[in-house]
């Protein structure tokens, strides 16, 4: 129980600080209810795709394109800012990844192979990540401004 829990938490501030910062980067209005609402979504659909005996990657590549779709739909986004802010959210969390268990694995001194064959070390070395998301997401959306809609349908426009 510990580890659904604690792969449940470790998906949603991954998947709420992504959604985040995709809205933050697009310059939309951004909302902590958004970013969870959808992020919980998209945790949802992830975790589904990923344990199909599909090829590995595929559920990056399913997020990318739900986030994107996500973004022109409903928060009313051109095509190419939309692929582009949840492309480098998702870009700038494999890269967080890779960091994070860089680190761990040098800090602890073990391999990946001893890592990935325990799920709850897994998950713990996968929480910073999510916890780095999210605060991303809240350091940018104080940076970055929206753009107001008038502004973004004048360039939709062009």
Not at 9 to 37: D, H, I, N, P, Y
Not at 43 to 72: A, D, E, M, N
Request: glycine share 8%; proline share 3%.
């Amino acid at each position: 129980m510990k580890l659904v829990g604690l792969i449940i938490l470790q998906g949603l501030l991954e998947m709420t600080g992504t959604v985040g910062l995709s809205l933050v980067l697009a310059r939309t209005q951004f909302s902590w209810k958004k970013a969870f609402l959808v992020g919980s979504g998209l945790f949802v659909v992830l975790q589904i795709v990923r344990h199909l005996p599909l090829f590995f990657g595929l559920h990056t590549l399913i997020g990318l394109l739900i986030s994107t779709v996500y973004l022109i739909r409903c928060e009313k986004v051109s095509v190419a800012r939309s692929f582009m802010a949840a492309f480098l959210s998702l870009f700038f969390l494999g890269l967080l990844e890779f960091a994070f268990n860089e680190l761990f694995l040098s800090v602890l001194h073990i391999s990946g192979e001893v890592v990935v064959t325990n799920p709850i070390r897994w998950a713990l070395i996968g929480l910073p990540q999510g916890i780095v998301m999210i605060l991303s997401a809240w350091g940018a959306s104080r940076v970055m401004k929206p753009y107001s809609r008038e502004k973004d349908e004048l360039s939709r426009l062009k």
